[in-house]
């Protein structure tokens, strides 16, 4: 997969931000909690990886997710934390924990720019954006695989591809600012992933390349103007979809949105959601 990409010669800070800004009132209103969502922050055992620990209990990075999922009604507790795992994933397991590793977040932070990039001839990516974007898919991702197993929610296919397609989902429901940072910042991380990643067609999880544009045919089919630029007939050099992928967004889309609806939205509190909805995130 060959990108354009051009660094722009600026300094970055030694430290990242994954806040999700929201106002004091909404941070302090316990119906902004989902009661069902118990949240942990394993310290690692290897110190490696202490910095990151700390940065992620800093920005209350957890703490964010359970405002984020407050209307989502579960059937019982689930735990979701942030662990040392041995390995970049730690597979969920029905009944057990979501586990977010801090060695999959150490590989987001080594692969994002250090600065803002143009990626193709539309397309700015800075490193927030980069980091921001990878993290939230990733939570959203994992958490989603227990929502499944929850909701008892049918999966056809492998079960990695849906819970990318309903984070994927999520991240487009709540304004464009929130899309743009969330869906170019993955997407950044997925093509420096994939430019060097072995594909093993025996591995339940997708071919990192394949995530990228699968998560970039969601985009597009949810809003073709905000993400135009992804069209084989956009104007300029640019990274884009294949004709053939591309004229199918639309309707991949909607059978996303048409599943959501029909599976998880019964569990949703529809006025929590709108509360949610009218949050400042990622600011």
């Not at 209350?60 to 994933?89: M, N, S, T, W």
């Not at 093509?191 to 339940?204: G, P």
């Not at 999880?205 to 995530?211: G, N």
Request: aromatic share 10%; charged share 25%; glycine share 6%.
């Amino acid at each position: 997969m060959k990108l354009i990409v051009r660094a722009t010669v600026l300094a970055c800070a030694a430290t990242w931000s994954v806040a999700i800004t929201t106002p004091a009132a909404a941070q302090g209103s316990p119906e902004l909690r989902n009661s069902q969502i118990e949240t942990v922050y394993v310290e690692p055992k290897d110190t490696a990886f202490t910095p990151i620990y700390e940065r992620l209990r800093k920005r209350r990075v957890l703490e964010q997710l359970e405002l984020f999922l407050a209307p989502l009604r579960l059937p019982r507790k689930v735990q979701v934390k942030i662990d040392q795992c041995g390995a970049p994933f730690a597979d969920y397991k029905p009944g057990g924990p979501v586990t977010i590793c801090y060695e999959y977040i150490d590989q987001i932070e080594k692969l994002a720019p250090g600065g803002p990039v143009l990626f193709g001839s539309a397309w700015i990516t800075t490193r927030d954006d980069a980091l921001v974007g990878a993290v939230v898919i990733t939570v959203l991702h994992e958490v989603a695989h227990a929502v499944f197993d929850l909701l008892k929610v049918p999966v056809w296919g492998r079960e990695d591809d849906a819970a990318d397609k309903v984070a994927g989902f999520i991240v487009l429901q709540f304004g464009k600012e929130v899309a743009w940072r969330t869906i170019t910042g993955v997407a950044w991380f997925l093509s420096q992933a994939s430019e060097n990643a072995r594909v093993n067609y025996a591995d339940i999880r997708p071919a990192t390349a394949q995530r990228f544009y699968n998560i970039l045919c969601i985009a597009y089919g949810s809003d073709t103007k905000t993400f135009g630029f992804l069209s084989p007939s956009a104007s300029g050099q640019t990274v884009y979809l294949p004709a053939k992928r591309a004229e199918d967004c639309k309707y991949e889309y909607a059978q996303i949105k048409s599943g959501f609806e029909k599976t998880i939205m019964p569990n949703v509190d529809p006025d929590l959601l709108k509360k949610v909805q009218a949050m400042e995130w990622l600011k």
